[in-house]
């Protein structure tokens, strides 16, 4: 038998605070200006470049942390110490503390940078976008715990960056520092996943292409709309979701930061469970509940 849900208290965060986390994206311009579109949260930061022939980028990781590279469209040549490859779109590397590197295009590219402070990454590391399979292609999700990843998650998740895993979970695609964790959700019009929460951790989400709802509040009672490239910062605690309210698949990039393990900072509210009770077998139920799947209760008024 399941332990009831735990109780969480009830969110302060109010709707104005978390609407000014908005960043609108303003497009490249004549002058290729880089945007910043996540402001400094929980020791994590992310800015556009977009580059040309004759405007790269030339930049040096943070010191103490690393910096994350992420080609959102187009082509680019990184070119750090003994590393010179090419990244194609969705492609990526990690740049380690301190590390000097140059990004360049041949024509028309953007790069998002994710700069990351709080613990330091030592190696290099770059991964394509081709060979990342999403979770629920993970043995242990074909064999029976996928139908969790179908009913609370967006319908491909791809783990870009993060650390270590255990020998029974999906590995991430490049191993970071702690507490920074990047994914890639994609996922088909009207759908996202299961409203959560983060009790613990900030959590950023970019749209990569098409149009997004992020809705959050203690009712679902708040959303804003993201086009292409906007972004926002949901606070711990908030109750969240994401909804793709575009014709077309749509790509989005959750990145949160502040803890090790997303299983241990993730809660799923009460009424995600009574839905699952449904329709999963109560012994696989009981199994995912040992296996970190949390359920929350918002305390009333």
């Known amino acids: 038998m399941s332990a009831a849900p735990a109780l969480l208290p009830r969110c302060d965060t109010t709707t104005p605070q978390i609407r000014a986390n908005v960043v609108r994206y303003q497009g490249a311009g004549g002058r290729l200006r880089p945007q910043q579109l996540v402001p400094p949260r929980g020791g994590a930061s992310a800015t556009l470049h977009p580059l040309s022939a004759d405007r790269p980028l030339e930049a040096r990781a943070p010191t103490g942390g690393c910096r994350v590279l992420l080609c959102v469209d187009?082509?680019?040549?990184?070119?750090?110490g003994h590393l010179d490859t090419i990244l194609g779109p969705r492609d990526l590397a990690l740049v380690p503390t301190g590390t000097p590197h140059r990004v360049e295009s041949s024509g028309?590219?953007?790069l998002l940078a994710v700069d990351f402070i709080r613990f330091p990454a030592f190696h290099t590391a770059v991964a394509r976008a081709g060979q990342i399979q999403p979770v629920r292609e993970h043995p242990l999700f074909r064999l029976g715990l996928g139908v969790f990843s179908e009913l609370l998650g967006p319908r491909d998740l791809r783990l870009?960056?993060?650390?270590?895993?255990?020998?029974?979970?999906?590995?991430y695609a490049i191993t970071g520092p702690q507490h920074l964790v990047i994914t890639l959700a994609t996922t088909p019009p009207g759908t996202g996943p299961a409203m959560h929460v983060h009790t613990r951790t900030h959590e950023a989400f970019i749209v990569l292409d098409g149009q997004f709802d992020v809705v959050w509040g203690d009712r679902a009672e708040h959303h804003e709309r993201l086009n292409r490239l906007d972004a926002i910062v949901i606070p711990p605690g908030v109750n969240r979701t994401f909804r793709n309210v575009g014709d077309t698949t749509g790509a989005i990039l959750p990145i949160v930061v502040g803890a090790d393990d997303?299983?241990?900072?993730?809660?799923?509210?009460?009424?995600?469970?009574?839905?699952?009770?449904?329709r999963v077998p109560a012994p696989?139920?009981?199994?995912?509940?040992?296996m970190k799947l949390r359920f929350v209760e918002r305390e009333r008024p």
Do not use: F, H
Request: charged share 35%; proline share 4%.
């Open 74 to 80: 187009g082509a680019v040549r990184l070119r750090s």
């Open 160 to 171: 870009l960056v993060g650390p270590e895993t255990g020998l029974m979970r999906p590995r």
């Open 284 to 290: 696989l139920l009981w199994v995912a509940e040992k």
């Open 108 to 110: 028309r590219a953007n």
């Open 262 to 278: 997303e299983l241990e900072d993730i809660a799923w509210l009460s009424s995600v469970r009574d839905d699952l009770a449904e």
